[in-house]
C-alpha cells in the first residue's frame, strides 16, 4: 500500500514536472517561440554547444558597397505572408529597406517608402487600424553629432498592397534615435508614441498622444540629451505602461518613467555610472529569470565620438533585475569589449534565456577580437560567455527570430563600419545554424 | 656518558631547528596572501616590473599598510579591479581603512555596478574627509543615479550650504526640479548658474532645451549658442588624478588627455601625453596627439612638426596623412603636401585615406588629371565617400561629363541630407536633359533647406518652376491631364502664385483635355494678374463657350477686342469672327 502510494506519488511528482517544464518552455518562450499547426507552441531543443560553429552566417539582401552604415534592423512578417521579413535602417543611403523572405529561405530586398535621413530606430505596428502594418522610423537627419533640429518621426504608411508613403509625424526636433509605438494610457484606442531624441547637446523624451485624424499631441518626460533607447513594457505589474530609457551622453543613466494609466508618468533613475567614458550603447526590456516581471538588459561599449575608438575595460552586458515594487538589482552579465545591441533569447531551446550581444567597437586589428557574443543561461542565471563569431566584424545590431518556423532560432546581424581596418565587413548578416 | 650528551645534545638541537622551522612556516602561513598574478601578459613591462617591486616592497615590508596601498593602487590604475579589492581586502586587516581607502573603493564599486556599495563607501571616506568634495559630489550622483532621489537632493543641499552656488551641485539640483515637474524652480537655479558660472555649457544646453518646450524661441536659441562651447570642466580630484600616476594603460591615459582636452583643462591634459611618452618611448601616439591639440589651437607649423615626428617613429601613414595635409593645406603649404602625399601614395597606392588626402592636395593644385585618376580609384573601393564625390562631380561638370557628374552628385544627394548645392547641380542636369519628373525632387529638397532671402533661392525655385511646368506638360501630353494638374501644375502655382505662365500651360492643358471648368478658372486667375491682356480674355471666352455659357463668352470676346491693340489684326480678326457668331469646330483648335 505505502508502496503503491510511493509510486503513484512519484509519477505524479514527474507528470506535475513535465508539464511545469512543458509550461515554462512553451509560454515562456518570448521571441524564440513558434506556433505549431494547431497554434501550439513549438521548440526544437538543439544539442549542439554555443560556440563558433552554432551558427553558419551568410549575407542576405543587397551585395556590399562601400562601407555599410546599418544603424537598425527589426524582424517582422511585413506583407502577412508567413515569412519572416528583416526590415534595415541605412544611415548612410538614407533609406529604409525590406529584405522580403519571398519563399522560405530565399530573400530580396527592395527600398520602401522615400529617402529618410539618418534613419536610426524601426518599429513596426498598425498605427492606424487598417489591417496594415506601417513602419515607424526614428530619423537623426544625421548620424553624426550635430545640435541642430533636423530629427524626425516618419511613418511608411502601407497601402495594403506593399507600397509605403512617408508620412512625417514630427520634425525639426533634436535628432530621434527611438520610437515605439504604444497604448500609453487605459484610455488611448489608437497607439500613442514614445520618442527619444538624442540630440546632442540638447535632446528630450517625448510621449506624443494619439489624439485620432493623424493628430499627436506632445508631452515631455525628459529634458536631457543622449536617450538611445526607450522601450515600453508593465514594469510594476499594474497594468499600466511604463518607459524605461537608456540615457549616454554626460550622465549614463537608466530612467523609469512609470505610468498611472492617465498620461502621468514619473521619472526614476534606475541606474548609471559616473564614468564619462562608459559608453552605454543599447538597451531592452525582457523577463530574463521567467518570474513574471520584465527585467532590463542594457550595454556599455560605444567608442563614437573618440580620436582613438576602440575596446574599453569597463565595456560590457549587464542585467537589472526586476525585485517588483520600482526596485531592480544590478548583475553583471559578463564582459564584452565595444558590446551594443543586448537581447534576450533562448538559443537552445532550454527554455532558459540566454542574452545575445554584439560588438561594434573592438579592436578589428586583433584577429581574435569578438564581434558576436551568447552568455548562455544556465537557467539559475548564471551566464556563461560563448563566442558565437570574430566575423564579420563592426556588429552594431542582432536580431533573433524562428525565421523558417523550424522551432528554432536564427540571428540577423547588421554592421557599422565607422573606423578600420574594414577587412571583415558585412552589411547584413543571416546566422542559420550548422547542423 | 658522552655519547649520551651528543645525541641529547642532536636532540636538542633538532627540536630547536624543528621549533624554528615551524615558526617559519607558522609564520608564512600566517602572512597574507597577495592576490593577482606576479606578471600579466599583454600589459606592458613596465607594469609587470612595477607589479613585482611592488609585491616585493610588500613583502620585504613585513605587509606595511602603505606598500599594501601601493600595490592596490597599481592594479585598481590598471583596471585589474578584482586584485585591487582583494588587495584593500588585505590592508583592512593591517590597518583601518583611511578616507583614501573608501574613496577608492566607491570607485571599484561603482566598475562593478554596485551603486549601493559605492555610496556606503563614499559616506566612509566623508566621515573621514568630510571637506574632500568630489567625494561628496559622487556620493549625490551614486544616489541620485540608483533611484535614491531625496536623499540625493539632501546630499547636494549639503554640499551647497558648505559651498554656495557649487555648480555640479546647483545643476543636479535643476536637474532633479525639472523631473519633479518643479519647471521654475529649475530655471531659476539654472539662470543663476550660468550667471555665476558662464562656462557651465550643460546648464545652458538643458536650459535652452526647457526653454524650447515652452515655446519661448528667442531665449532657447540664444542658450543653444551658449551651450556650443566647449564642455564645462571637470572639478579637480586629486585623489583621483594621484591614482592614474600608477597606469601604464596607454588606451586609458589617452582617453583622459582627451577627456581634458575636450574640456580645455590642456595643464590637466598634457601630462597624460608625457606618461605615455615615458612607459613607450617610440610610441608615435604622443606626437599625434601633440599635433592634434596645436592644430585644435591652429598652430598648424608646430602640429606638421609633430606630425612629422610621429611619422619618423613609424606612426601609420595611413592615420597621420588626413591630418598633415590639413595642416599643410591650412598653411598654404600645398607643394610640400604633395611632395609628401606623392610619397606615401607610392608606398601605400591603394590605401583609400592616403588616395582621399592625395586627392584633396590635386584638387588645390588644378591637377585635375591626378585628382581624377585618384578620385577614381577611391571611388571604386569607397563610393559613398562624401569629398570625393564632390570633389569628382566638381571635376566631371566642369569637363562638361554631366552624365557621369550626375552618378557622383546623386550619391552626395543620398548621403547628405542639407547639401543644397549638389541638389541645385543634380536638377540642373535632369533639366538639361529633359528629365523634369526627375529633377523635382532634389529641386524641391534644395528649396526646402535653402533660405528664403538668399540669391540662390530665386535661381532654384525658377529651376523647379521650370521643372513642374515641364513635367505638367509632358504628363498633359501622355493624356494624364489629373497628374499635370495636381502633381506639377498647381505645385508651380503654388510655388509662384503671380506668375501667369503656370497658369496658362494649366489651361491650355484642361482646355484640351476638356476640363473647361478648371481652364476657366486658371484664366479667370489670369485675368487679376494681367487684366489687360486680350489673349487672356479671348481664351477665357472660348473656354466659357465650350462649357455652354455663351453669353459669358460673349462678354469675354467683347472685353478682349476692347483691349486688342488697334494693329493686331490676326487676334482682331479672330475675336469678331467669334462675336459674328461664325464659329465652328476648328475655331478652337
Given at each position: 500500500?505505502k508502496?503503491?502510494?510511493?509510486i503513484?506519488?512519484?509519477?505524479?511528482?514527474?507528470?506535475?514536472?513535465?508539464?511545469?517544464?512543458?509550461?515554462?518552455?512553451?509560454?515562456?518562450?518570448?521571441?524564440?517561440?513558434?506556433?505549431?499547426?494547431?497554434?501550439q507552441?513549438?521548440?526544437?531543443?538543439?544539442?549542439q554547444?554555443?560556440?563558433e560553429?552554432y551558427?553558419?552566417?551568410?549575407?542576405i539582401g543587397?551585395?556590399?558597397?562601400?562601407?555599410?552604415?546599418?544603424?537598425?534592423?527589426?524582424?517582422?512578417?511585413?506583407?502577412q505572408?508567413?515569412?519572416?521579413?528583416?526590415?534595415?535602417?541605412?544611415?548612410?543611403?538614407?533609406?529604409?529597406?525590406?529584405i522580403?523572405?519571398?519563399?522560405?529561405?530565399?530573400?530580396?530586398e527592395?527600398?520602401?517608402?522615400?529617402?529618410?535621413?539618418?534613419?536610426?530606430h524601426?518599429?513596426?505596428?498598425?498605427?492606424?487600424g487598417?489591417?496594415?502594418?506601417?513602419?515607424?522610423?526614428?530619423?537623426?537627419g544625421?548620424?553624426?553629432?550635430?545640435?541642430?533640429?533636423?530629427?524626425?518621426?516618419?511613418?511608411l504608411?502601407?497601402?495594403?498592397?506593399?507600397?509605403?508613403t512617408?508620412?512625417?509625424?514630427?520634425?525639426?526636433v533634436?535628432?530621434?534615435?527611438?520610437?515605439?509605438?504604444a497604448?500609453?494610457?487605459?484610455?488611448?484606442?489608437?497607439?500613442?508614441?514614445?520618442?527619444?531624441?538624442?540630440?546632442?547637446?540638447?535632446?528630450?523624451?517625448r510621449?506624443?498622444?494619439?489624439?485620432?485624424?493623424?493628430?499627436?499631441k506632445?508631452?515631455?518626460?525628459?529634458?536631457?540629451?543622449?536617450?538611445?533607447?526607450?522601450?515600453?513594457?508593465?514594469?510594476?505589474?499594474?497594468?499600466?505602461?511604463?518607459?524605461?530609457?537608456?540615457?549616454?551622453?554626460?550622465?549614463?543613466?537608466?530612467?523609469?518613467?512609470?505610468?498611472?494609466?492617465?498620461?502621468?508618468?514619473?521619472?526614476?533613475?534606475?541606474?548609471?555610472?559616473t564614468?564619462?567614458?562608459?559608453?552605454?550603447?543599447?538597451?531592452?526590456?525582457?523577463?530574463?529569470?521567467?518570474?513574471?516581471?520584465?527585467?532590463?538588459?542594457?550595454t556599455?561599449?560605444?567608442?563614437?565620438?573618440?580620436?582613438?575608438?576602440?575596446?574599453?575595460?569597463?565595456?560590457?552586458?549587464?542585467?537589472?533585475?526586476?525585485?517588483?515594487?520600482?526596485?531592480?538589482?544590478?548583475h553583471?552579465v559578463?564582459?564584452?569589449s565595444g558590446?551594443?545591441?543586448?537581447?534576450?533569447?533562448d538559443?537552445?531551446?532550454?527554455?532558459?534565456?540566454?542574452?545575445?550581444?554584439?560588438?561594434?567597437?573592438?579592436?578589428?586589428?586583433?584577429k581574435?577580437?569578438?564581434?558576436?557574443?551568447?552568455?548562455?543561461?544556465?537557467g539559475?542565471?548564471?551566464?556563461?560567455?560563448?563566442?558565437?563569431?570574430?566575423?564579420?566584424?563592426?556588429?552594431?545590431?542582432?536580431?533573433?527570430?524562428d525565421?523558417?518556423?523550424?522551432?528554432r532560432?536564427?540571428?540577423?546581424?547588421?554592421?557599422?563600419?565607422?573606423?578600420?581596418?574594414?577587412?571583415?565587413?558585412?552589411?547584413?548578416?543571416?546566422?542559420?545554424?550548422?547542423? | 656518558m658522552?655519547?649520551?650528551?651528543?645525541?641529547?645534545?642532536?636532540?636538542?638541537?633538532?627540536?630547536?631547528?624543528?621549533?624554528?622551522?615551524?615558526?617559519?612556516?607558522v609564520?608564512?602561513?600566517?602572512?597574507?596572501?597577495?592576490?593577482?598574478?606576479?606578471?600579466?601578459?599583454?600589459?606592458?613591462a613596465a607594469?609587470n616590473?612595477?607589479?613585482?617591486a611592488?609585491?616585493?616592497?610588500?613583502?620585504?615590508?613585513?605587509?606595511?599598510?602603505?606598500?599594501l596601498?601601493?600595490?592596490?593602487?597599481?592594479?585598481?590604475?590598471?583596471?585589474?579591479?578584482?586584485?585591487?579589492?582583494?588587495?584593500?581586502g588585505?590592508?583592512?586587516?593591517?590597518?583601518?581603512?583611511?578616507?583614501?581607502?573608501?574613496?577608492y573603493?566607491?570607485?571599484?564599486?561603482?566598475?562593478r555596478?554596485?551603486?549601493?556599495?559605492?555610496?556606503?563607501e563614499?559616506?566612509?571616506?566623508?566621515?573621514a574627509?568630510?571637506?574632500?568634495?568630489?567625494?561628496?559630489l559622487t556620493?549625490?550622483?551614486?544616489?541620485l543615479?540608483?533611484?535614491?532621489?531625496?536623499?540625493?537632493?539632501?546630499?547636494?543641499?549639503?554640499?551647497?550650504?558648505?559651498?554656495?552656488?557649487?555648480?555640479?551641485?546647483?545643476?543636479?539640483?535643476?536637474?532633479?526640479?525639472?523631473?519633479?515637474?518643479?519647471?521654475?524652480?529649475?530655471i531659476?537655479?539654472?539662470?543663476a548658474?550660468?550667471?555665476?558660472?558662464?562656462?557651465?555649457?550643460?546648464?545652458a544646453?538643458?536650459l535652452?532645451?526647457?526653454?524650447?518646450?515652452?515655446?519661448?524661441?528667442?531665449?532657447?536659441?540664444?542658450?543653444?549658442?551658449?551651450?556650443?562651447?566647449?564642455?564645462?570642466?571637470?572639478p579637480?580630484?586629486?585623489?583621483?588624478?594621484?591614482?592614474?600616476?600608477?597606469?601604464?594603460?596607454?588606451?586609458?591615459?589617452?582617453?583622459?588627455?582627451?577627456?581634458?582636452?575636450?574640456?580645455?583643462?590642456?595643464?590637466?591634459?598634457?601630462?597624460?601625453?608625457?606618461?605615455?611618452?615615458?612607459?613607450?618611448?617610440?610610441?608615435?601616439?604622443?606626437?599625434?596627439?601633440?599635433?592634434w591639440?596645436?592644430?585644435?589651437?591652429?598652430?598648424e607649423?608646430e602640429?606638421v612638426?609633430?606630425?612629422?615626428?610621429?611619422?619618423?617613429?613609424?606612426?601609420d601613414?595611413?592615420?597621420?596623412?588626413?591630418?598633415?595635409?590639413?595642416?599643410?593645406?591650412?598653411?598654404?603649404?600645398?607643394?610640400?603636401?604633395?611632395?609628401?602625399?606623392?610619397?606615401?601614395y607610392?608606398k601605400?597606392?591603394?590605401?583609400?585615406?592616403?588616395?582621399e588626402?592625395?586627392?584633396t592636395?590635386?584638387v588645390?593644385?588644378?591637377?585635375?588629371?591626378?585628382?581624377?585618376?585618384?578620385?577614381?580609384?577611391?571611388?571604386?573601393?569607397?563610393p559613398?565617400?562624401?569629398?570625393?564625390?564632390?570633389?569628382?562631380a566638381?571635376?566631371?561638370?566642369?569637363?562638361?561629363?554631366?552624365?557621369?557628374?550626375?552618378?557622383?552628385?546623386?550619391?552626395?544627394?543620398?548621403m547628405?541630407?542639407?547639401?543644397?548645392?549638389?541638389?541645385?547641380?543634380?536638377?540642373?542636369?535632369?533639366?538639361?536633359?529633359?528629365?523634369?519628373?526627375?529633377?523635382?525632387?532634389?529641386?524641391?529638397?534644395?528649396?526646402?533647406?535653402?533660405?528664403?532671402?538668399?540669391?540662390?533661392?530665386?535661381?532654384?525655385?525658377a529651376m523647379?518652376?521650370?521643372?513642374?511646368?515641364?513635367?505638367?506638360?509632358?504628363?498633359?501630353?501622355?493624356?494624364?491631364?489629373?497628374?499635370?494638374?495636381?502633381?506639377?501644375?498647381?505645385?508651380?502655382?503654388?510655388?509662384a502664385?503671380?506668375?501667369?505662365?503656370?497658369y496658362?500651360?494649366?489651361?491650355?492643358?484642361c482646355?484640351?483635355?476638356?476640363?473647361?471648368?478648371?481652364?476657366?478658372?486658371?484664366?479667370?486667375t489670369?485675368?487679376?494678374l494681367?487684366?489687360?491682356?486680350?489673349?487672356?480674355?479671348?481664351?477665357?471666352?472660348?473656354?466659357?463657350?465650350?462649357?455652354?455659357?455663351?453669353?459669358?463668352a460673349?462678354?469675354?470676346?467683347?472685353?478682349?477686342?476692347s483691349?486688342?491693340?488697334?494693329?493686331?489684326?490676326?487676334?482682331?480678326?479672330?475675336?469678331g469672327?467669334?462675336?459674328?457668331?461664325?464659329?465652328?469646330?476648328d475655331?478652337?483648335?
Amino acid at each position: 500500500m505505502k508502496r503503491k502510494s510511493v509510486i503513484v506519488g512519484a509519477v505524479a511528482l514527474v507528470a506535475v514536472g513535465a508539464w511545469l517544464t512543458y509550461s515554462r518552455t512553451a509560454h515562456k518562450g518570448g521571441p524564440s517561440a513558434t506556433a505549431g499547426p494547431a497554434g501550439q507552441v513549438r521548440r526544437v531543443r538543439q544539442t549542439q554547444p554555443l560556440d563558433e560553429d552554432y551558427f553558419r552566417p551568410h549575407p542576405i539582401g543587397r551585395p556590399l558597397e562601400g562601407l555599410p552604415w546599418i544603424t537598425d534592423l527589426l524582424i517582422c512578417d511585413l506583407d502577412q505572408d508567413g515569412l519572416k521579413d528583416v526590415l534595415v535602417a541605412d544611415g548612410r543611403l538614407n533609406k529604409v529597406t525590406w529584405i522580403r523572405q519571398v519563399s522560405p529561405g530565399k530573400f530580396e530586398e527592395q527600398d520602401i517608402g522615400g529617402p529618410i535621413q539618418g534613419p536610426a530606430h524601426l518599429e513596426a505596428a498598425d498605427l492606424r487600424g487598417t489591417g496594415h502594418l506601417d513602419v515607424l522610423v526614428a530619423s537623426m537627419g544625421i548620424i553624426f553629432p550635430d545640435n541642430d533640429k533636423i530629427g524626425s518621426v516618419v511613418i511608411l504608411e502601407n497601402d495594403g498592397k506593399n507600397h509605403f508613403t512617408n508620412h512625417v509625424l514630427l520634425d525639426k526636433v533634436a535628432r530621434v534615435t527611438y520610437v515605439q509605438a504604444a497604448r500609453l494610457t487605459k484610455h488611448s484606442v489608437l497607439p500613442d508614441l514614445v520618442v527619444g531624441q538624442f540630440g546632442y547637446l540638447e535632446g528630450e523624451i517625448r510621449w506624443m498622444e494619439n489624439m485620432g485624424n493623424g493628430t499627436y499631441k506632445s508631452h515631455q518626460l525628459l529634458d536631457l540629451p543622449g536617450t538611445i533607447h526607450a522601450p515600453v513594457a508593465d514594469m510594476h505589474g499594474d497594468g499600466n505602461m511604463d518607459i524605461v530609457a537608456l540615457v549616454s551622453k554626460k550622465v549614463e543613466e537608466v530612467h523609469m518613467f512609470t505610468g498611472d494609466g492617465q498620461g502621468n508618468f514619473r521619472d526614476q533613475v534606475i541606474h548609471g555610472s559616473t564614468n564619462q567614458d562608459y559608453g552605454s550603447s543599447g538597451l531592452t526590456i525582457a523577463d530574463v529569470n521567467q518570474d513574471g516581471r520584465p527585467d532590463v538588459i542594457f550595454t556599455n561599449g560605444d567608442g563614437f565620438s573618440y580620436a582613438t575608438p576602440g575596446p574599453r575595460p569597463w565595456h560590457g552586458v549587464h542585467w537589472l533585475e526586476n525585485m517588483g515594487g520600482g526596485k531592480f538589482t544590478y548583475h553583471k552579465v559578463g564582459d564584452f569589449s565595444g558590446a551594443f545591441s543586448p537581447i534576450a533569447v533562448d538559443l537552445r531551446g532550454s527554455g532558459h534565456m540566454d542574452i545575445v550581444a554584439t560588438s561594434c567597437f573592438n579592436d578589428w586589428n586583433d584577429k581574435d577580437a569578438v564581434s558576436l557574443m551568447a552568455f548562455e543561461n544556465d537557467g539559475h542565471e548564471h551566464f556563461t560567455p560563448r563566442i558565437l563569431a570574430r566575423a564579420p566584424t563592426h556588429l552594431v545590431v542582432v536580431k533573433a527570430a524562428d525565421m523558417f518556423n523550424d522551432g528554432r532560432i536564427e540571428l540577423v546581424t547588421g554592421s557599422f563600419a565607422f573606423y578600420p581596418p574594414y577587412n571583415h565587413v558585412s552589411r547584413v548578416t543571416l546566422w542559420e545554424h550548422n547542423e | 656518558m658522552g655519547h649520551r650528551n651528543v645525541r641529547w645534545g642532536l636532540v636538542v638541537a633538532g627540536c630547536i631547528l624543528a621549533a624554528a622551522a615551524g615558526l617559519v612556516l607558522v609564520r608564512k602561513a600566517a602572512a597574507p596572501r597577495l592576490p593577482g598574478l606576479s606578471s600579466y601578459g599583454g600589459r606592458p613591462a613596465a607594469f609587470n616590473e612595477a607589479l613585482e617591486a611592488a609585491r616585493d616592497k610588500v613583502r620585504r615590508g613585513d605587509y606595511d599598510a602603505e606598500d599594501l596601498r601601493s600595490l592596490a593602487h597599481l592594479f585598481q590604475a590598471n583596471r585589474l579591479d578584482d586584485e585591487a579589492l582583494a588587495t584593500y581586502g588585505v590592508v583592512s586587516k593591517r590597518a583601518p581603512l583611511n578616507a583614501h581607502d573608501h574613496y577608492y573603493l566607491s570607485e571599484l564599486a561603482q566598475m562593478r555596478g554596485d551603486l549601493s556599495g559605492a555610496a556606503k563607501e563614499l559616506r566612509s571616506a566623508i566621515e573621514a574627509e568630510p571637506g574632500y568634495l568630489p567625494a561628496r559630489l559622487t556620493l549625490g550622483a551614486m544616489l541620485l543615479k540608483s533611484g535614491q532621489t531625496d536623499d540625493a537632493q539632501k546630499e547636494y543641499a549639503a554640499i551647497l550650504s558648505t559651498d554656495p552656488g557649487q555648480p555640479q551641485a546647483t545643476f543636479t539640483l535643476a536637474r532633479i526640479d525639472l523631473m519633479q515637474g518643479k519647471d521654475d524652480l529649475a530655471i531659476a537655479r539654472l539662470e543663476a548658474l550660468i550667471a555665476s558660472h558662464p562656462d557651465m555649457t550643460s546648464a545652458a544646453g538643458l536650459l535652452a532645451q526647457v526653454f524650447d518646450r515652452r515655446g519661448d524661441d528667442k531665449r532657447a536659441s540664444a542658450l543653444r549658442q551658449w551651450s556650443r562651447q566647449k564642455p564645462e570642466p571637470e572639478p579637480v580630484d586629486p585623489w583621483m588624478d594621484s591614482l592614474m600616476g600608477d597606469c601604464y594603460d596607454t588606451v586609458l591615459l589617452g582617453l583622459k588627455f582627451e577627456e581634458y582636452f575636450a574640456m580645455g583643462q590642456i595643464t590637466r591634459a598634457l601630462p597624460f601625453i608625457d606618461r605615455i611618452e615615458e612607459l613607450d618611448p617610440k610610441s608615435p601616439v604622443p606626437e599625434l596627439l601633440r599635433g592634434w591639440e596645436q592644430s585644435s589651437n591652429h598652430h598648424e607649423e608646430e602640429a606638421v612638426a609633430e606630425y612629422e615626428k610621429a611619422l619618423a617613429k613609424g606612426a601609420d601613414p595611413e592615420k597621420i596623412c588626413p591630418y598633415i595635409v590639413k595642416s599643410l593645406v591650412a598653411l598654404k603649404r600645398i607643394d610640400d603636401a604633395e611632395r609628401l602625399m606623392a610619397e606615401f601614395y607610392a608606398k601605400k597606392p591603394d590605401s583609400i585615406p592616403i588616395l582621399e588626402a592625395y586627392a584633396t592636395v590635386a584638387v588645390l593644385r588644378d591637377d585635375t588629371r591626378t585628382a581624377r585618376m585618384l578620385l577614381a580609384k577611391v571611388l571604386e573601393k569607397e563610393p559613398y565617400l562624401n569629398s570625393a564625390n564632390l570633389n569628382m562631380a566638381k571635376i566631371l561638370w566642369s569637363a562638361g561629363e554631366r552624365d557621369a557628374a550626375a552618378v557622383c552628385l546623386e550619391r552626395l544627394v543620398e548621403m547628405n541630407p542639407a547639401d543644397v548645392a549638389s541638389r541645385a547641380l543634380l536638377g540642373q542636369y535632369f533639366l538639361g536633359n529633359s528629365e523634369p519628373g526627375s529633377a523635382i525632387v532634389p529641386l524641391e529638397q534644395a528649396v526646402a533647406l535653402e533660405n528664403a532671402q538668399s540669391p540662390r533661392y530665386k535661381s532654384l525655385t525658377a529651376m523647379l518652376y521650370t521643372a513642374y511646368l515641364l513635367a505638367g506638360n509632358a504628363e498633359s501630353d501622355r493624356g494624364h491631364i489629373a497628374d499635370a494638374v495636381g502633381k506639377f501644375y498647381d505645385k508651380a502655382i503654388k510655388l509662384a502664385p503671380d506668375d501667369a505662365t503656370a497658369y496658362a500651360s494649366k489651361a491650355v492643358a484642361c482646355a484640351q483635355h476638356k476640363e473647361f471648368r478648371s481652364a476657366a478658372d486658371a484664366l479667370e486667375t489670369m485675368t487679376s494678374l494681367q487684366p489687360r491682356n486680350p489673349t487672356i480674355y479671348l481664351s477665357l471666352g472660348d473656354v466659357l463657350y465650350q462649357e455652354g455659357y455663351s453669353e459669358q463668352a460673349r462678354r469675354n470676346w467683347q472685353r478682349a477686342l476692347s483691349l486688342a491693340p488697334d494693329g493686331s489684326t490676326e487676334l482682331r480678326n479672330a475675336i469678331g469672327e467669334r462675336l459674328s457668331g461664325n464659329i465652328t469646330a476648328d475655331t478652337f483648335r
